[in-house]
């Protein structure tokens, strides 16, 4: 008997997949990429309420965000800043799994195919909304696994374009 694949709840809010979003263009329908409007100078995030841009090599779009202010829809697969469609997003029967980036998708598939699923002590004490909680219910049932795996290969699939960071 093989030993079960453990995944550990690491703690992460949305705010640790925000640094580089991939989204649809709003003018080309090809992949953008929303970023911080400066340029990382150190090893540490961005803060979320930095200006952002939305490039878009293939038609050479470009904006910036007016205000600094984000607007999260936890059942909207969009970007927080310009509130364009994600790129990484699928259909499934149950419902719509997207996430901002590749790392964000690893560790949605690392949660979905693991058999034992572990999480911190003080979890039940008051911290709870960490991202892998707030994943829908169809996305963590264990008889869904197969078919949110195959839609999350689908996702990989897809080309991001060239890394802006």
Known sequence: MTAPLRFHDPGWSRDHFIDVILVRCPKCSGIAHVVPASPR??????????????????????????????????????????QAPLWLRAKTRHGPLWAYNREHLELIRQFVASSLRERDAWYEQGRKMTLIARLPVWVKRAKNRAEVLRAIERLQRLPTGPTLL
């Open 41 to 82: 100078r150190d090893t540490t995030r961005p803060s979320p309420h930095a200006r952002r841009n939305l490039i878009c090599h293939a038609c050479g779009l470009s904006r910036r965000t007016t205000d600094s202010t984000l607007r999260f829809h936890w059942g909207s697969a969009t970007d927080p800043y310009f």
